[in-house]
């Protein structure tokens, strides 16, 4: 294992110290916790606070999606670890201004225990605390660290759609309701070419051979649903789109925002060819692709792979608020 | 070799496919050619066109900064493999809308050839077009393909200062003045943990041991000049800034752009821990770092490794220009 780091059980600490001094006009870290708050931060009056964390490793997700018009704040746990209750309570005390905070968490079970502590004692400060559980990944039921269906890359669209909504003075009663109404429509599942290598455990999640690729593996090295032979881009589409449409039941006329997600390893060219592929077979399907996007959103360190997130747009706002500007480090204007 | 893709020599036209799919308000493929132009048409109107193109392989560079306030139009080439004189010459065409069109060129051998011929031609259309070649690395004289130093990641730089000027209204001979004025400011080095991997080659393009790293690997494997045992973050950073320092004799007071480099391959949590040992170090040296970025900005297909890049800003307006807000598929406002 080669990594670029100084120490294992530092890094988490060195890459939130190096996110503040890089981009001080984006993010401050705050007092000597793992949580990264929002330097603009007249952007952020009166208006409802937005928060999300978990474990390191997925960057940009999360700290590089604080700014105007998304995250208000994001908690840093330890690489693929949950952050603690503490930690995220100073983040909700931090996008409290008056208004109410709103979390957004992925599906684990040790982020929804300590998300859901941190709650009730921001509660006890009367904080109005909200939540959802993002839930997108459809590729396994139950999994290594997640009851029901874990939380993946569509929750960068929540955090765009919320992000939109809270900048626009939404409360947290609407904010709320809105991610209920989004959740049900924002589906995803990826395929991978290799593991992850965790900086303290030194070898990969898992082992694939030279010529094999795995389905539906988790962001920290969970399981997947089938390991077969590498195949090429179009047929790599055309399975993860047919479990798509087994969700969704694809219907000529429906319109969806697509998110072709690069895992950290997958260069953009891969990326581009594979968006390429899906955009063709969703057209072959009659669907209208209004909102797209090819990048590095939700990593899973090093490794590659991507993932395809599918959004129905039931609402013509869902599709402006996903174009909303925003002012954050790793989200283009869009 | 495990890559996403269909056919290895169909990669870069679906490449270019997928960019103009996935981002038809940014971009827009020319014809049949691998060019993409773009799709803000009325942005351009009585300004220079800026352009520029190389091999296929260092995505987002450089399709990825088309776009308001930064490039008219990218040629995009085999991988690593320079785009021909005919394709460019279209570019340059598309590129003018009456105030000429600048090249901003990497040094290598083959691209000036062809941008060259492709300039020649122009003239005969009676398009007045001017260039520079961007020689950055600061690693190696001569190489591979390159006559003197090679062109990487400070390139980007270029074109941030260029495109602000070009849409501030910059004439030809401005842009030209302006290029010249930065070019021996810009400096770049790099370590390459791993090489990459060109699809219709299969193999990396060389290998190092498990514990290895090779200091000043050019973006197409070009080698660099010297291999040792890897080390922590901080001490690679020292290697480079000495390197640097070299070049620059670091003053208290003198004022820096900073920019870390993902080699493709790389997470963004090391890229940022090496920033964060790289802005301590200048702190040191009393250095003033005022525009800071980290990220995947010019690659080498699924290298693992990180360039560094200062630019010394004489000049107040320069800072200004790296500020300059951009609307484009890879480059944030900034």
Partial sequence: MKKIMNDATQIVTEMVDGMALSYPEYVKRLDDLLVLVRSQEESMTNKVGLITGGGTGHEPASAGYIGEGMLSAVVCGQIFSSPTPDQI???????????????????????????????????????????????????????????????????????????????????????????????????????????????????????LAEDEVEYGVGIHSEPGYRREEMQPSAKLAEELLARLNDEFNFTPEDHYAVLVNGMGATPLMEQFVFMRDVLNQLADFGVQADFTKVGNFMTSLDMAGVSLTLLKLREDQWLKQLNYPVNTIAMVRK
């Fill in 89 to 207: 309570l100073a983040a909700i005390q931090t996008a409290d201004h008056g208004k109410g905070v709103f979390m957004i968490i992925m599906n684990y079970s040790g982020d929804i225990m300590n998300f859901d502590m941190a709650r009730e004692m921001a509660v006890m400060d009367d904080i109005d605390v909200r939540f959802i559980v993002v839930d997108d990944d459809i590729a396994v039921e139950d999994s290594t660290y997640t009851q029901g269906r874990r939380g993946v890359a569509g929750t960068v669209l929540m955090e765009k759609i919320l992000g939109a909504a809270a900048d626009s003075g939404a409360s947290l009663s609407e904010i709320e309701a809105l991610a209920k109404q989004v959740l049900p429509n924002l589906k995803t599942i990826g395929v991978a070419l290799s593991a992850a290598t965790v900086p303290e455990v030194g070898k990969p999640g898992f082992t």
